[in-house]
Each structure stands twice: as structure tokens, then as C-alpha cells.
């Protein structure tokens, strides 16, 4: 699973992006910011307050009961500020 | 098919809007938007950050939303990513139509749209080096959902 993160979540976390193999009980986009929270201290503090963040699985913005998968491409990224 | 470009680049305006009535007679009026960089509390510079691939796919899909209200001629979004300086432009929406309330609707339409559902990110650059991510705003969220 490719994970993408942008704007003041990328420089929390540190880097752009990452591939992650997370465990079969990550399921859906909720999960996976618990599991990814724990990673590092940086990650742990991107996803501190996930009502901050949205997420956008295969492109598609996401909600947090939105499924994910092995192949999938997932970012998260705080609300959007463009225009 | 509306045109779509996210770009560093500067855009010409008004090359665009004379593209969408080139040769063609039944455009009754164009609409436009141009978003232009304030320079508010002495800011320096605008950095634009977008999500390439997902940023033109969602713009493309609010064009073709506004194309399914609006009976539109043409339609042209340009959206710039990158550093900004204060008066330069932003985003251009350009929206042609047989007639003005189409095109005015439409573009409003798509700037509203725009602002709330394309991942696009704003960090202010100030003077001494401070910078500071911009926060969405609740009123573009209202101005988005009253179409």
C-alpha cells in the first residue's frame, strides 16, 4: 500500500510518501490512521486529531469507514485550501 | 470537454477567453474568474501544494458537473501551484454560454466547487521567515453547498 501525505501532514510526518504492508485487521481508512499513528513520533503527531485530516483512497476523497487494500494509494492531508 | 491545467506557470487570460470564442458564433457571453494573491499581514509569497494526478482528475470532474447544469460552449480552468507572489494571478475560470446567466451561474458554480473539492494546499510565506499554513474556511464550505 502506497501512502501519500501532503501539506502540514507531510511535514509532521516527515517524509511524502511511504510503502507500508499494515496487518490484515487494517480495513478501512480509520484503522489505518491508528496503525500508521503509531509508527512515529512524527506520524503520531500528524494524526493526532484525525477530525483534522481527509483522506483520499485511489484518488477519491474518502471518509473514515471507506475501505482500504494491499494495492490501494492512500493520502491524507488537512482540508483544502485551493482557488 | 472543458480545458484544465494546473501549472507553475503564469497563464494569459485573455488568450484564453479568445480561445473559447475563436471561430465560433454562438457564444452569447463569457464569464470569468480570476484569483489573484493578496498580500494580507505582510505576507511575502503564496506556495501552492496539490495532489498531481487527483487534482486535475476532481477539477475535471466539477467541470463536467457544471457542464451537465449549464448549457456551456466551452469552459477553461487554470490553476497554478508553486510559489505566488502578492498581485499575481491564481486561478482563472473561464466559462462560455448562448447566454450571460449560464455563464455567470456556472463560473460561480466552479470556483465555489473548486475551492471546497480540489486538493490543493496554501502556505503563507511572511517576512523573517515565518510561514503558516491557510485553514479552511466554514464560509467556503456554505458558499459551496448552496448549489
Known sequence: MRVLYFAWVRQKVGIAEEDVAPPAEVRDVATLVAWLAARSPGHAAAFADPKQLRAAVNQDFATPDHPVAANDEVAFFPPVTGG | ?147
Do not use: N
Request: aromatic fraction near 8%; glycine fraction near 8%.
Open chain 2, 1 to 147: 470537454m472543458a480545458k484544465v491545467l494546473v501549472q507553475q506557470a503564469p497563464f494569459d487570460a485573455g488568450a484564453e477567453t479568445a480561445a473559447l470564442t475563436a471561430g465560433r458564433t454562438d457564444v452569447g457571453g463569457v464569464a470569468s474568474f480570476l484569483g489573484v494573491c493578496r498580500s494580507d499581514d505582510g505576507l511575502d509569497a503564496m506556495v501552492l501544494e496539490h495532489y498531481p494526478g487527483m487534482t486535475e482528475r476532481a477539477i475535471e470532474r466539477i467541470a463536467a458537473e457544471a457542464e451537465g447544469r449549464w448549457p456551456l460552449t466551452g469552459c477553461t480552468v487554470i490553476h497554478r501551484v508553486g510559489r505566488i507572489l502578492p498581485g499575481e494571478p491564481i486561478v482563472l475560470v473561464l466559462t462560455a454560454s448562448s447566454h450571460r446567466a449560464a455563464a455567470l451561474e456556472s463560473c460561480a458554480f466552479l470556483i465555489d466547487w473548486l475551492k471546497t473539492r480540489a486538493p490543493f494546499w496554501k502556505r503563507e510565506e511572511f517576512a523573517g521567515g515565518t510561514e503558516r499554513w491557510v485553514e479552511a474556511r466554514a464560509e467556503d464550505d456554505a458558499a459551496a453547498a448552496r448549489w
